[in-house]
């Protein structure tokens, strides 16, 4: 089987603002509900575009005319098959009924213990056909709700506050991939580099590894090095201490935060 290549849009992180307006009713059952003039901040992670409004308060949910359709034809079709095979002999003693009884008929007609077993019957299958069509809505209304409920529970990464810490703690995760990226470079390469000789070689890493195009920023990585003494500069050329050495300077620096002044 052949492969095909589909391309959309994907939000790696959405956040998505909501201020309560000052006339906002609050619920009055025993949920708890937001206060008028409150504001709500949520972060999802990993959104296709076309899954943004599920990420709404006010997202209600309604079927496309692609499951409409999916839903209504074959419930015609197997209807127009009930019709034609179980109920046939069913309505047509239902119809001599009824035409008896408005008088648009003359003939009586008989009601014995077969002709009542027929109609039981007929509305037995009648039954078993809407039972069966009204589990199929329910289940595609099921399974839209689980989708829902999928983007706002496992999709969610934090709320109010907890947005700020997750962003804060991102922004010093980068900033530290920063200083590892220019301290492995430094530390593999067989001979000192300078600054935009580490810059390009970087670069091109993620480009060929990742297929990033990324503007390192060389200078915030270096400034963090050269401070903790990872690094050596000596008239514009690099290197890298040893990595036990690395750990050594670090391991004293750690410990001197709990030295008294």
Not at 58 to 73: A, P
Not at 90 to 97: A, D, R
Not at 128 to 139: A, R, S
Not at 239 to 260: C, N
Request: proline content about 4%; aromatic content about 10%; charged content about 25%.
């Amino acid at each position: 089987m052949g492969s095909k290549t589909i391309e959309f849009i994907n939000y790696e992180r959405v956040v998505v603002y909501i201020r309560f307006r000052d006339d906002y009713e609050q619920s009055k059952d025993k949920l708890p509900s937001p206060r008028p003039g409150s504001t709500l901040l949520k972060l999802f992670q990993n959104v296709p575009n076309a899954d943004l409004e599920m990420l709404f308060p006010n997202t209600s949910i309604r079927m496309r005319t692609v499951d409409k359709l999916l839903i209504g034809i074959p419930a015609a079709v197997s209807g127009g098959i009930v019709l034609t095979t179980k109920l046939g002999v069913s309505l047509v003693l239902l119809g001599s009924l009824l035409s008896f009884w408005l008088g648009l008929s003359s003939e009586p007609l008989e009601l014995n213990k077969t002709t009542i077993m027929v109609l039981f019957a007929g509305l037995i299958a009648l039954g078993g056909y809407l039972w069966k069509q009204f589990n199929n809505f329910k289940n595609r209304k099921l399974k839209f709700m689980q989708a829902l409920t999928q983007n706002l529970y496992f999709k969610n990464l934090d709320n109010n506050a907890g947005i700020f810490h997750r962003l804060a703690n991102d922004a010093e995760e980068e900033e530290c991939k920063e200083a590892l990226l220019a301290y492995y470079f430094l530390l593999i390469s067989k001979q000192p580099l300078p600054r935009a000789e580490l810059d390009s070689k970087i670069e091109n890493w993620l480009a060929a590894k990742w297929n990033c195009d990324v503007d390192f920023e060389i200078d915030d990585a270096l400034e963090k090095l050269l401070k903790l003494g990872l690094v050596q500069d000596s008239n514009g050329k690099l290197t890298a201490i040893s990595i036990e050495a690395g750990i050594q300077k670090l391991d004293r620096r750690w410990d001197d935060y709990f030295v008294p002044s």
